[in-house]
């Protein structure tokens, strides 16, 4: 199972998120680097993977409406899809 770890108080822009991404799933070749992608591959996990989100109100703050929009497919996708977990703290 892979653990992912978003922390507002660690991400600067939505650029950091994706790279985070990138680093912890096996995210494919042609990952898009938008939320867009991003949501695709996170409905499509070919393994279990959680993802904990620290600080939600700063990284929604940082990012704007990136940040909720983050937040947002975060969420939808984990409905969407039983492998992943979000865990919000």
Do not use: K, S
Request: contains cysteine; hydrophobic residues 45%; glycine residues 4%.
């Amino acid at each position: 199972m892979v653990e992912l770890t978003l922390d507002g108080l660690e991400l600067a822009c939505i650029e950091d998120v994706h790279a985070r991404f990138e680093q912890a799933l096996p995210l494919p070749d042609y990952y898009g680097r938008n939320l867009d992608a991003l949501f695709d591959c996170l409905t499509d996990l070919p393994e279990a993977a959680t993802v904990r989100l620290l600080h939600r109100e700063v990284l929604e703050e940082r990012l704007g409406r990136r940040g909720r929009a983050l937040v947002r497919l975060l969420r939808r996708a984990a409905e969407e899809n039983a492998r992943l977990t979000l865990l919000e703290e």
